[in-house]
Structure formats: C-alpha cells, structure tokens
C-alpha cells in the first residue's frame, strides 16, 4: 500500500517563503501532485512532478526526489490568500487509476 | 474547456434517509470519475470511482453505492444514512496524469 507523511501545520508571515514537505512510500511511483484547498471550498490541483527536479509556475514551485521517495511545495512571496490546505498525493503501479492523499498542511500566513 | 457540476451544494438530512448525489462533466468525453469524501479537518477519502458507463469500482466498504447510467454522469447513493455519512462530498474526473480536477463539492449534515 502507499503512506503519505506531511506536516499538520505550518505558519508563516506575508512575504516570506515556505516549504511543505511530503515523503512517501509505495510500491512502484508514477509522480507526485499538489493540491490547495480553501476553508469551505473544493481542493484545486497545483503541480504535479513524474521526474526529479523543479517545476515552477509563478510563485508556486514543486520538487521531486524520486530516489528519497520526497517531494515539497515551495511557495515564495506569501501572501494572505495563501492561508489553506495543501495536500501531496501520489499514483503508483498497485493503483494506476487512483491516488492516495495525504492528510493535509494547514498553512497560517500571518500580517 | 471542462466543467464539473454537483448539485446541491449543501443537503441536511435525517439518519435513515435515502440519498442521491449527481456530479456531471462537460467537455470531456469518456472521462475517469472519482467520489471523494472529507471529514471535517480531515484528508481524502476515496469512496469510489468510474473508467466508464457501468463500470465502478469501490474502495471503501460502507452503505454508499455509485452509478455511471451515462459517460458524463456519476452518482452517489445511500438507501439509508448514517451519522458517520456526514461530510464533504466531492467528485473529481483526471487529466492526463490522473491529476485530479474536483467539483465544487456536496456539504451533508446527517442529523
């Protein structure tokens, strides 16, 4: 089966840069996605990573690692409305037509 | 470019109610569909999913059911309800890496 590890909350003040990291464990890995959730709203696909490296779009960035089965979110300039959920989740080779979730980073961003 | 509906938004209803839940897709043809379910404060839960009419497949055993009667169209049923059935409904249909697009969700209270 797959397990997920992020951490249940992270704070941190406008304009700064946070990291949200994510390791994992499965059998067979296909890639590693991002999603951001708003108190009351629907989760919203980010990035999403199949190889090593960095992905960047605007001031969300998202890295992989496959050989240390780790991924993180780096979201730069932080802003107010970047206060949500974020979630890691992962497709592997036992569940090709599915993903497994993480249980989530609530992200405080203070003034 | 593609749309997911649920509808309704929010539902209350009491223990021993029936329920029925309908996501629909616009387009995209043949789509891969997911129900997912939240807890309050809580991760992703898949409930079931769908690669085509007809054909479902269940992750969690539980006194939910869902249908596929047509490409577009998924459905999440109970015959009777539960307490523990309360939560955010959502359903999602994939990209290309099975990255998941959601609906704007279903909020039930079972009272």
């Known amino acids: 089966g797959q397990s997920l590890e992020q951490p249940s909350e992270v704070t941190a003040v406008e304009g700064a840069i946070v990291q949200i990291n994510c390791t994992y464990q499965?059998?067979?890995?296909?890639?590693l996605s991002w999603y951001q959730q708003h108190d009351g709203g629907a989760p919203t696909f980010l990035s999403y990573?199949?190889?090593?490296g960095l992905e960047e779009t605007g001031r969300f960035s998202s890295f992989l690692s496959r050989s240390d089965s780790y991924g993180y979110l780096l979201l730069q300039e932080l802003q107010m409305k970047d206060s949500a959920s974020y979630f890691c989740a992962v497709r592997d080779e036992g569940s090709a037509r599915q993903l497994t979730f993480g249980s989530g980073t609530q992200l405080t961003v203070l003034p | 470019s593609q749309t997911i509906h649920q509808w309704p938004a929010t539902l209350v209803q009491p223990v021993g109610s029936p329920l029925s839940l309908e996501c629909t897709v616009e387009g995209t043809s043949n789509p891969n569909l997911y129900w997912y379910r939240q807890a309050a404060g809580r991760g992703l839960q898949l409930l079931f999913y769908s690669v085509g009419i007809g054909q479902i497949s269940s992750e969690v055993p539980q006194n939910l059911s869902a249908s596929r009667p047509q490409d577009r169209q998924f459905i999440l049923s109970s015959k009777k309800l539960l307490l523990s059935d309360s939560g955010f409904y959502l359903c999602?249909?994939?990209?290309?890496?099975?990255?998941?697009?959601f609906g704007p969700g279903t909020r039930l209270t079972v009272t």
């Open positions: 999602a249909w994939t990209g290309e890496f099975y990255e998941q697009y």
């Open positions: 990573n199949a190889l090593d």
């Open positions: 499965t059998s067979g890995f296909y890639g």
